[in-house]
């Protein structure tokens, strides 16, 4: 596990300084040596591989210390996890050996390259073209909303070869790779986010990571399953933070000579933001208890666990927002960032519709309902 | 004790919502979604304690439950699959 001192460290400069660099719409190159001396960019990575071999929890609270300072420094824990699960799951030994260490030593900086414009919560939708040349594979498409796109330098970019879904590893530094900065968005804005287009990108075909076929169905799948379960614990540590920031104010604050916290619907939100929280928290530690033990409903646990603490972070910042007034509102104020970014949170990763879907699914399923199946059924009768 | 068919056709038949038979091919029918794929791993690795890898999926090992109980029986070498299904509930 990395040490705690040098999280605790981090964590302290990150609550002084996030509000700069959300402006900035970056991290400081400081920031990110100071994460990866720390340990923080392969806390799930086994230690042969480079990594510090942490727990699912361990993780987890890891990404809540970070998330209740920085968004956007969680996001950066967040894409190399995606990116080091998925090659650790299903790399060849070859591919363990040379991508994982300096992946999670933070040598090498990950981004995970799957959304297009017309593919975002539907990927089987993606057109980027993946095709065979000799000994190399050739890719073209482009990428959108790339989180740390800007400065990655190492891609798993999602695409298509005939139909059939293939990830490949791709460095940032090859001919044909181009970043366009996004700025300004709703949230997480010091993820140095871009587009990222690739040109007839070309790469050794031992960068294709699994089979042609595996590159959505696993590939894929692996790195989102991982990217929801510690957005979800990001989230956990969002809300906590705004709530303690809402509770701090409502007990201080004095208007008219009244104590905010005197008024009783001030109260009964804090109340319902507690609960909120609370009940995040936990979900989020089933979850992590599932994947330790790798049950086979780690994936739906974590699917429930990243869907109740997104809403719980928009529920709670926005009640910490009402109750701040204000100072919610003002330039620098933690509680309107985290208010910005907790949206966000409700969108990638899976939407929390879709999750909803996903959730009532597998209620269905139990009860013999396939939803899927059901409607082809009923068009095919038609 | 469930044999190991028994339990792979009842993991099968409750995550996709209807009866599965050992020959059906979930995939290809449209009763899988996006996430049953890893579901389907996790179960076939917790069931019968065994690790999955990329090529392992290759050639249709997951398509069918039968299928399954091929790669297990394969995977697991001279054990016979009830010695699987001992091990795994041992």
């Known amino acids: ?382 | 004790m469930a044999t190991a068919a028994e339990d792979v056709l009842a993991f099968l038949t409750r995550a996709l919502g209807s009866p599965v038979g050992p020959d059906d091919d979930y995939f290809a029918d449209g009763r899988a979604n996006s996430l049953f794929a890893l579901e389907l791993v996790a179960f076939v690795e917790h069931r019968f304690r065994l690790t999955v890898e990329a090529e392992d999926l290759d050639v249709g090992n997951f398509r069918t439950a039968a299928n399954i109980l091929a790669f297990v029986t394969a995977k697991t070498g001279d054990r016979s699959p009830g010695a699987v299904t001992d091990a795994a509930n041992g």
């Open chain 1, 1 to 382: 596990m990395p040490p705690t001192a040098s999280v605790a460290t981090l964590v302290a400069r990150a609550r002084a300084e996030a509000a700069d660099w959300d402006r900035a719409g970056e991290l400081p190159d400081s920031v990110v040596a100071e994460a990866a001396r720390a340990g923080l960019l392969g806390v799930g990575v086994p230690a042969p591989h480079g990594g510090s071999g942490g727990t699912p929890a361990e993780l987890g609270e890891v990404c809540a210390h970070l998330g209740g300072a920085c968004s956007a420094l969680r996001a950066l824990v967040t894409v190399q996890d995606m990116v080091t699960a998925a090659v650790l799951r299903w790399g060849t030994p070859a591919q363990r050996a040379r991508w994982l260490p300096p992946l999670a030593r933070g040598e090498r900086r990950a981004a995970f390259a799957a959304t297009e414009r017309g593919a975002g919560t539907e990927l089987s939708a993606v057109t980027a073209s993946v095709t065979e040349h000799g000994e190399e594979i050739e890719i073209s498409g482009h990428k959108r909303w790339v989180t740390f796109g800007r400065t990655a330098d190492t891609f798993l970019v999602l695409g298509t070869a005939d139909g059939r879904p293939a990830a490949v590893l791709v460095e940032g530094d090859r001919p044909g790779v181009r970043r366009e900065p996004v700025e300004g968005q709703l949230g997480l804005r010091a993820a140095a986010v871009a587009h990222v287009a690739l040109d007839r990108v070309r790469v050794p075909r031992d960068h294709l990571l699994a089979p042609v076929g595996l590159g959505l169905s696993h590939v894929v799948a692996t790195a989102l399953d991982h990217g929801r379960f510690t957005v979800a614990w990001g989230c956990v540590g969002m809300a906590e933070a705004v709530l303690d920031a809402a509770a701090e104010h409502a007990a201080r604050r004095t208007q008219a000579g009244a104590v905010l916290a005197e008024h009783e619907v001030v109260r009964a939100l804090l109340g319902r933001c507690a609960v909120d929280t609370a009940a995040a928290r936990e979900l989020c530690a089933r979850a992590a208890h599932a994947r330790a033990e790798r049950l086979p409903e780690a994936v739906a646990d974590t699917v429930v666990a990243k869907y109740a603490a997104a809403r719980a972070a928009v529920r709670v910042t926005g009640g910490a927002v009402q109750t701040l007034g204000a100072a919610g509102c003002a330039p620098d104020s933690l509680v309107g960032r985290f208010f910005r970014d907790a949206k966000v949170m409700e969108l990638i990763e899976g939407s929390a519709h879709v999750a909803e879907l996903h959730i009532a699914d597998r209620l269905l399923r139990r009860h013999g309902f396939n939803s899927a199946a059901h409607v082809a059924r009923r068009e095919a009768r038609a």
